[in-house]
């Protein structure tokens, strides 16, 4: 066979994407469509599982739902682009390269970096040993068989951030001979207005849930929670949904973190220290006219799929442009059949518009589904990824074009 050196030919540019969650998904395959037939870039994703994980389902599966079987490598046929099924373990940014469960090793010329985030089980004492979490459908799968065996008993949730609620109610609706408390510091559906919140509170006593806020949890035993103060509350089970913590391996490698660990990019999303790195999603501290971005699945795929733009646009030897993006909704579901729908500011405020009731889970199932089929019509067309709300005023960063 003759070699591309034989043939004067120079070496592909290898472009490694980390993480197949949303936003590192909507990176590879918008990648792989503009690249297709391209001889000079080879695009691969690295991801443990080929099964694409649907993070935004995880309390459904966590109560005993069946949810699609979407095949990654299946996805990527045809796009030229690979998939290599591992664990990274360990990157060397001046080196460029990163290693798999230990012993393979990837080079790249530039890096997706988009290995997202999880609940932080680090801060309070006996979470990592006795709380559940909804880090991946593993995760889920255990806490469905636990909360099926269970029968009666109390399943405490600790953390009222949207996740937690959702992840309440769905549990509430779907064994309601469990007592199901919702803890937290926050109001549950804080960030909401008034009437949305009223709502979502309602619903969530009429599914029979608990809630309690103001509440700081200190330590988690096997079969209780205890507050400050000294009280402490009887639990079966404990699902742990407050904060997020981001892998180590981007500050480990000498990337700039934030004070989260979450790799810091400039305008373009490209790593402040190391140029050939682009971070996306939850694993990227992104900064917006109205501050830094909050992990979500509606700014993560914007994300994933103007880094790969903005690759191409690198290849081609043009400027990537500056990333700009805005907020425009807060779906969280209430069980199956009920819903609350915030439509918000650029900025994440919430607008006077909202939805409740069935029409509003109807909106939160389209908008779950949709990821799959976006990916899917972007590897047929890929400019069809290119739409979302660049929140005009609300994004622009002074100085930056
Ligand atoms: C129950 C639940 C409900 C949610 N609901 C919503 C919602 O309604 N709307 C919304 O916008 N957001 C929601 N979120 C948040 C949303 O899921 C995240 O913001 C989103 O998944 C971030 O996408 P990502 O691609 O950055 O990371 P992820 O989707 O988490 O993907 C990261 C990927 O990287 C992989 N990975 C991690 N570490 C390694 C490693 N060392 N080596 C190899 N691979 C690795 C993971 O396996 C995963 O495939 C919800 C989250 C949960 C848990």
Not at 66 to 76: D, F, R, S
Request: contains cysteine; hydrophobic residues 40%.
């Amino acid at each position: 066979m003759t070699t591309r050196r034989e043939t004067g030919m120079a070496a592909p540019h290898r472009v490694l994407i980390l993480g197949a969650g949303y936003a590192g998904m909507a990176a590879a395959i918008q990648l792989a469509a503009r690249t297709k037939g391209r001889e000079d870039v080879r695009v691969t994703l690295v991801n443990p599982q080929e099964r694409f994980t649907e993070r935004l389902r995880l309390h459904t599966v966590a109560t005993g739902q069946q949810v699609a079987e979407m095949n990654i490598p299946k996805l990527l046929e045809g796009t030229g682009a690979r998939f290599v099924r591992g664990w990274v373990t360990a990157m060397d940014a001046n080196a460029r390269i990163v290693r798999i469960d230990d012993d393979r090793v990837l080079h790249y010329d530039t890096l997706v970096y988009g290995l997202g985030g999880v609940a932080d089980t680090t801060t309070v004492r006996g979470v990592e040993e006795h709380a559940y979490t909804l880090d991946s459908a593993q995760d889920a799968e255990v806490l469905a068989e636990r909360l099926a065996r269970l029968g009666r008993g109390t399943v405490v949730v600790g953390g009222s951030g949207l996740t937690g609620v959702e992840s309440a109610a769905e549990i509430a609706e779907r064994h309601p001979g469990l007592n199901v408390v919702l803890l937290g510091r926050q109001e549950p559906g804080a960030a909401m207005g008034p009437r949305p919140k009223a709502y979502l509170r309602a619903t969530l006593t009429r599914l029979g849930v608990q809630v309690r806020s103001g509440i700081e949890v200190v330590g988690v035993r096997p079969d209780s929670i205890e507050l400050a103060g000294g009280e402490s509350v009887a639990a079966d089970v404990v699902l742990w949904t407050s904060g997020t913590r981001v892998s180590p391996l981007a500050a480990a490698a000498g990337l700039t973190v934030d004070e989260r660990g979450r790799v810091v990019t400039d305008a373009a999303l490209r790593s402040v220290s190391h140029p050939d790195v682009y971070a996306v999603g939850d694993a990227a501290a992104i900064r917006q006219g109205y501050g830094v971005m909050h992990g979500t699945c509606q700014g993560g795929m914007p994300t994933g799929v103007h880094a790969a733009v903005s690759i191409v646009r690198a290849l081609d030897g043009k400027r990537p442009k500056p990333f700009r993006f805005g907020y425009y909704h807060t779906p969280v579901s209430l069980g199956r059949h009920d819903a609350v729908v915030q439509f918000t500011h650029p900025d994440d405020s919430p607008r006077r518009v909202y939805l409740t009731g069935r029409i509003a889970a109807r909106y939160k199932e389209t908008v779950t589904a949709s990821p799959w089929p976006t990916y899917g019509r972007m590897k047929r067309l890929p400019t069809s990824g290119a739409f979302w709300p660049r929140g005009g005023r609300f994004t622009r960063v002074r100085g930056v074009r």
